[in-house]
């Protein structure tokens, strides 16, 4: 991303009305950019953010580009990084390997080290796939070994141009059979050691009557994301020409977010199939993100691909999320 794109941004987000001015710096791998990219970024923030305004950096990243600088820099300003970690090595190593093919798992345990001895809190993010999808307690066990205490797990399913999906894709029962075993063993020992991203945001929805995660929400209209070029896109699941809202060299945050074609992209979410009116579990899904809906053109109305897998995971657990919604709630 050039400067100017760069400066415009922050200029056109830092000119609409947040109560917290949140900014998720992603990819591609984002700490292929050095330093001092992320010291303009943030340099630019504290000349257009009104006096008094909170700003929140975090960076996604696959953790084996880290330097110590870099670390330093993030650790000064609070950025919160997710770093990608698909379990122990056998099994992160399988899909994660450098372009010369050499395997990952080191270099991102360094990484997390030099983000941790500057203080940067680190969640961990577990993408679920066929190659980890089977081993849940494998997984989790090891996360918790490692002393890591904030994970998210993200379901990885991609489709092939007749809307099959590809061979590392997670089946849809694999995924809630996946949840299942990861809170058998959370609910037992773990409730108050550990935050799993999926379990916060039921408990969200039951005691708060919120929707934390864009997935659990009635419409899509959480975020924008902006590409190198200034080209501006509802989701980062949805980058394709019809879904282009402007460019924010060109248009400004404020008339992006109220234009036609980004109110139309956020109704989709409540664009549900028949069938999820009847749910028992709509209340929590919300019909589930519209990537497992709308993927190859398919209408919103389409059931998610992960519907088998998030009943199965509701009809296990909620009377258990139950209780704890009772319990905090008192």
């Known amino acids: 991303m050039s400067d100017e794109v760069l400066e415009q941004v922050i ?5 609409t009305e947040q109560d917290i001015y949140s900014m998720v710096w992603h990819g591609g791998e984002p700490t292929l950019l050095p330093r001092s990219f992320y010291e303009k970024g943030v340099a630019l923030q504290k000349r257009y953010a009104v006096k008094g305004s909170r700003i929140s950096n975090s960076l996604q990243t696959n953790g084996t580009l880290i330097s110590g600088e870099q670390a330093e820099f993030f650790g000064r300003y609070r950025f919160l990084c997710g ?3 698909d379990g122990p090595p056998k099994i992160h190593n399988l899909n994660r390997r450098t372009s010369a093919g050499k395997v990952s798992h080191e270099k991102t345990l360094q990484g997390i080290s030099l983000l941790s001895k500057h203080g940067v809190a680190v969640n961990i993010l577990v993408l679920v796939s066929s190659a980890n999808v089977n081993h849940p307690l494998t997984v989790y066990r090891y996360l918790k070994k ?3 205490t904030h994970i998210q797990f993200i379901p990885c399913m991609e489709f092939d141009e007749k809307g099959a999906p590809l061979p590392f894709s997670l089946a849809p029962k694999e995924w809630g059979e996946f949840l299942v075993a990861v809170f058998n063993e959370w609910y037992a020992r773990d409730i108050t050691r550990i935050s799993i991203r999926q379990f916060e945001s039921v408990l969200a929805g039951l005691v708060h009557n919120i929707a934390i995660d864009c997935y659990t929400g009635s419409c899509c209209n959480r975020y924008l994301l902006v590409e190198y070029n200034g080209d501006v896109y509802p989701c980062d699941f949805f980058v394709q020409p ?5 460019n924010i060299q060109e248009d400004s945050f404020d008339s992006i977010l109220a234009s036609p074609g980004y109110q139309s992209f956020s109704a989709n979410k409540s664009k549900w199939h028949e069938r999820c009116a009847g749910c028992e579990f709509l209340k929590l899904c919300m019909g589930d993100c519209l990537k497992f ?4 053109s398919t209408p919103a109305e389409n059931i998610s691909s992960l519907c088998q897998g998030w009943k199965l995971f509701y009809h296990q657990t909620l009377d258990r999320f139950q209780d704890l919604a009772a319990r905090l709630s008192s």
């Open 11 to 15: 200029r056109s987000y830092m000119s």
């Open 83 to 85: 770093v990608s970690l």
């Open 242 to 246: 019809e879904y282009k809202l402007g």
């Open 146 to 148: 490692k002393g890591f």
């Open 293 to 296: 809906r709308m993927h190859n």
